[in-house]
Nanobody, 115 residues
Framework: QVQLVEYGGGLVQAGGSLRLSCAAS????????IKWYRQAPGKQRELVAT???????GYADSAKGRFTISRDNAKNTVYLQMNSLKPEDTAVYYC?????????WGQGTQVTVSS
């Protein structure tokens, strides 16, 4: 079992920055990748960024150049640094962990970008 807790969301003006954190606990040695997703009202959940256990990183086109995913292994935490935020980035952001056998989700953290 893996437990995920996200924090760091909030209200920010367009052009501002936020850093989201995803703290993992439990069987963290079994995690193959951690992904950030987001879901805006009335829209499907979409993948934002991925970091694998081997350090491979990927971004959605909407995140490239503005968002940075990173991790601190000592703290068992993955971060999503979001810069140059736009109103269309408003969503609930979720952390997702994949293992060979399962996937786990955090509870989500709300990000609201005002224009």
């Amino acid at each position: 079992q893996v437990q995920l807790v996200e924090y760091g969301g909030g209200l920010v003006q367009a052009g501002g920055s936020l850093r989201l954190s995803c703290a993992a606990s439990g069987s963290i040695f079994s995690i193959n990748a951690i992904k950030w997703y987001r879901q805006a009202p009335g829209k499907q959940r979409e993948l934002v960024a991925t970091i694998s256990s081997g350090g491979t990183i990927g971004y959605a086109d909407s995140a490239k150049g503005r968002f940075t995913i990173s991790r601190d292994n000592a703290k068992n935490t993955v971060y999503l640094q979001m810069n140059s935020l736009k109103p269309e980035d408003t969503a609930v952001y979720y952390c997702n962990a994949r293992t060979v056998a399962a996937e786990y989700w955090g509870q989500g953290t709300q990000v609201t970008v005002s224009s």
